[in-house]
């Protein structure tokens, strides 16, 4: 194999360019400076901008920016495709294979879970295995001709695959079965177990991608990192006297599918863009990779777990549409333990609604030509490139990774990047379905990790919230003080309606915290009396919904740093 040299931007053929089809009538086709006018004067209407500012101001101010750095217009244009070279388009055609996982367990327990999810539409099975797993009890009555099977023993990976290849004998193995040797194993394991799985014509190595985003990896610190342990397979596969073709066949790459769809398609689409550079500059006839793509763990809430079911759902039509071979949806209890069998049921139905019923592998790409899409496509694609190549420089992606961990938490804290059912509209009466602790989720760091300590232990006592005026008069700010309360764990005793200080004082029972909530005509009218009144009942720290005030402590509104407000909070709860 050769160095990897050049860069991504040098690709080898374009795809020729498509005609265009106009199904627009004259009167119905609008400029960009048509969408700017319009959009700004919806953002005016909304104080997002001042009468002041011009229109094309409208882009930067609906620019969203990634953990990346790349910027995502709010508006698709075709001169945004000005110049790209838009491969790494899906090459799976239909349906794609429902792979379930399994957590390390009881050979038994796992066996009657293996058998209810291939009877109830699951197409292969994904094995983590510890120990020295019995897999004549948990393959038992598994059809390994029709039913593909995939080990993920990173501990022993040899010993494994040598353990399934006994058990299998010589009966015939289903196309993409997997040995499962690790990437980032060792070397000796690495070619050993290639070894075996070339023997067989089977499938060989798993280059792990989720193990970074696990960890907090941005989407291009993972397609950069996976190409990086690609290109060491190749490497070790073809010192070890392993023809480049053959090696290259051996690849399984394994990314995660978050709830942002739209990046995880372009991600998918990248990563294809980027192997089949890789193949190309290592002279290899191939340009195909073999794609498994997981749920994201780190996104999962193991608070309102229910919720979980609209993010994989999300993340597999994301994975399906941004071509994956194989979608593993992990149940939605899986963050609370080794998840049940309605857990299991929800995760394996999600893929045969979107294949059966949305009919969403049954159209080729369905992303392609999206402006966007190929613009995000290709944006990634050259920012993974970028890591592979710092990382191929001995760069460790250790820093990047904690500065995108560090961006990742200061926007989760400021609610620019919400939870539901943890940061927002939190349940604190919820009781949390109980699962038998598993291994495998050591090293995840989840994206709500930090308000998810705070719920662990709940406030001792409430925050008395003192709504002033009429429920009409108070109600958004209430509801938004409640909220974010509820996401560290505080409970709020709620006033009700109070036309002046004395009721609210005769409503307050001594809490030492107090939150008012009101109009910005009452707090003019009476948020100086309230405060003084109930300092003299007691309160040793008055905290207001809305604009900072110099006869209060603190202050809550939109845009506030949540994490560091609730810590100050229960601090003074104590």
């Not at 207001?544 to 202050?555: F, I």
């Given at each position: 194999m050769t160095e990897i040299e050049g860069g991504l931007d040098e690709p080898s053929e374009l795809e020729p360019a498509q005609g265009s089809l106009d199904l627009a009538a004259p009167e119905d086709v609008w400029s960009t400076a048509d969408w700017e006018k319009a959009t700004a004067a919806v953002l005016r209407k909304s104080r997002r901008m001042s009468d002041d500012d011009p229109d094309d101001l409208v882009w930067r101010k609906l620019t969203r920016t990634t953990l990346d750095g790349i910027e995502v217009t709010p508006l698709g244009r075709r001169a945004l495709l000005d110049d790209l070279a838009t491969s790494g388009r899906p090459t799976r055609a239909g349906d794609w294979d429902i792979r379930a996982h399994f957590a390390p367990g009881t050979a038994s327990v796992v066996h009657e879970e293996a058998l209810v999810d291939l009877e109830g539409g699951v197409t292969s099975l994904w094995l983590s295995l510890d120990g020295d797993p019995d897999l004549a009890t948990l393959l038992d009555g598994v059809l390994l001709d029709l039913a593909p099977v995939v080990l993920d023993a990173p501990g022993a990976p040899l010993a494994a695959a040598e353990s399934f290849l006994a058990y299998?004998?010589?009966?015939?193995?289903?196309?993409?079965?997997?040995?499962?040797?690790?990437?980032?194993?060792?070397?000796e394991d690495l070619v050993a177990v290639a070894g075996l799985a070339r023997s067989r014509g089977l499938l060989g190595v798993v280059v792990d991608a989720t193990l970074v985003h696990d960890q907090g990896a941005s989407d291009a610190q993972e397609l950069g990192w996976s190409m990086a342990q690609g290109v060491g397979v190749l490497r070790t596969l073809t010192s070890a006297g392993v023809p480049l073709e053959d090696a290259a066949g051996l690849i399984e790459f394994r990314y995660a599918a978050t709830d942002e769809q739209f990046p995880t398609i372009a991600k998918l689409r990248a990563a294809r863009r980027l192997w089949a550079r890789v193949l190309e500059l290592s002279e290899a006839a191939t340009r195909e990779q073999r794609q498994h793509v997981v749920t994201s763990r780190p996104m999962m809430s193991k608070y309102d777990p229910w919720v979980n079911m609209l993010r994989t759902t999300v993340a597999a039509f994301a994975a399906g549409v941004?071509?994956?071979?194989?979608?593993?949806?992990?149940?939605?209890?899986?963050?609370?333990?080794?998840?049940?069998?309605?857990?299991?049921?929800?995760?394996?139905?999600?893929?045969?609604?979107?294949?059966?019923e949305a009919h969403v592998a049954h159209v080729a790409d369905p992303a392609g030509g999206s402006y966007a899409v190929e613009k995000l496509t290709d944006d990634l694609a050259l920012a993974g490139w970028e890591v592979f190549g710092?990382?191929?420089?001995?760069?460790?992606?250790?820093?990047?990774?904690?500065?995108?961990?560090?961006?990742?938490?200061?926007?989760?804290?400021t609610r620019k990047r919400p939870l539901t059912g943890l940061s927002e509209f939190p349940n604190?009466?919820?009781?949390?379905?109980?699962?038998?602790?598993?291994?495998?989720?050591?090293?995840?760091?989840p994206y709500g990790a930090s308000f998810e300590a705070l719920r662990d232990e709940p406030a001792s006592s409430p925050v008395f919230l003192a709504t002033m005026g009429t429920v009409a008069q108070h109600t958004a700010r209430a509801?938004?003080?409640?909220?974010?309360?509820?996401?560290?764990?505080?409970?709020v005793d709620v006033a009700g309606p109070s036309a002046d200080a004395d009721e609210l004082v005769a409503?307050?029972?001594?809490?030492?915290?107090?939150?008012?909530?009101g109009s910005d005509p009452a707090y003019a009218e009476w948020a100086g009396s309230a405060i003084a009144a109930l300092r003299a009942?007691?309160?040793?720290?008055?905290?207001?919904?809305?604009?900072?005030?110099?006869?209060?402590?603190?202050?809550?509104a939109m845009g506030v740093d949540a994490l560091a407000f609730l810590h100050r909070t229960r601090e003074a709860l104590r």
């Open positions: 299998a004998g010589d009966r015939e193995l289903a196309a993409g079965t997997n040995l499962g040797a690790p990437a980032h194993g060792s070397v941004g071509g994956a071979d194989s979608v593993t949806v992990l149940p939605f209890d899986s963050a609370l333990g080794r998840p049940d069998a309605f857990g299991r049921r929800i995760a394996r139905n999600t893929s045969a609604l979107l294949i059966d710092a990382i191929e420089s001995g760069e460790s992606l250790d820093e990047r990774i904690a500065q995108t961990v560090a961006a990742r938490e200061a926007q989760v804290a604190l009466a919820e009781t949390l379905p109980e699962r038998e602790p598993v291994s495998g989720w050591e090293d995840v760091r509801t938004f003080a409640s909220n974010l309360l509820a996401a560290g764990g505080i409970a409503a307050y029972a001594g809490q030492p915290v107090v939150c008012l909530a009942a007691g309160a040793t720290r008055v905290i207001v919904a809305g604009k900072p005030r110099d006869d209060a402590d603190d202050s809550c």
